[in-house]
């Protein structure tokens, strides 16, 4: 067991960035990212991005301060033209997830990136708590084994939420939802050179930092 926690951690020499643009959990993704030994630096400047084939979009905070944030930083339509680009890897987390979409209720004359089809919703607060809050797993089946960046993490494992909004349905294929109360939201999506999570990996201990990992590694 030993061995193997070891060589999960070893040195990975490929380079990512993590977008800063004011909002987000970037000291705890960037502790995470330096504990699994990858080469990375937290920027906004395009021409260090550019350079990277591989961009996290981290999140906590609102949509509307997001999007206005990206927009101050002439970051919108250049975010776009990455994601367009098939070389190129973009993971979203949290609210870097929900920026990727259409739009949210939490803004609603705010206008995401559209990368992906589909508008974020309020949760409801009738079955459980919001916002959403702690450990939750991903409705995972043993045939779902073709999600690219969850090998080597069990079926049962629980990776930790925080939110109040959520994708309740997607036209992509590759997603996984979750349950809170009696209410399903999607929390993971692998689609073409996107990768979305709704949970925070680098809070999620093994199995969040494994997906690092594998996301970083492919």
Known sequence: MMIFIVDCYRKIKMSVVILD???GNL???SWVL???????????DKAIIEKSQKLIIPGVGSFGKAIKNLDNLDLIDFLRAYAGNPCNNLLGICLGM???FE?????????????LKGCYEKLDN????????GWNNLERRERDSDFTYLTNIKIDS???FVHSYGLLNTKTKKHLKSLRGNQHFVSYIEHQNLTCTQFHPEKSHFSGHMLLKNWINS
Do not use: K, W
């Not at 030994?37 to 937290?42: A, E, Y």
């Not at 739009?103 to 990368?115: H, K, Y």
């Open 27 to 29: 000291r705890s993704l």
């Open 103 to 115: 739009g949210s209720e939490e803004a609603p004359d705010v206008a995401g990136l559209s990368i």
């Open 158 to 160: 629980d990776f930790y």
């Open 98 to 100: 929900q920026l990727l």
């Open 34 to 44: 330096d504990r699994i030994g990858c080469i990375h630096s937290v920027s906004s």
């Open 21 to 23: 643009y004011g909002l």
């Open 126 to 133: 009738q079955t459980s708590h919001v916002p959403h809050m």
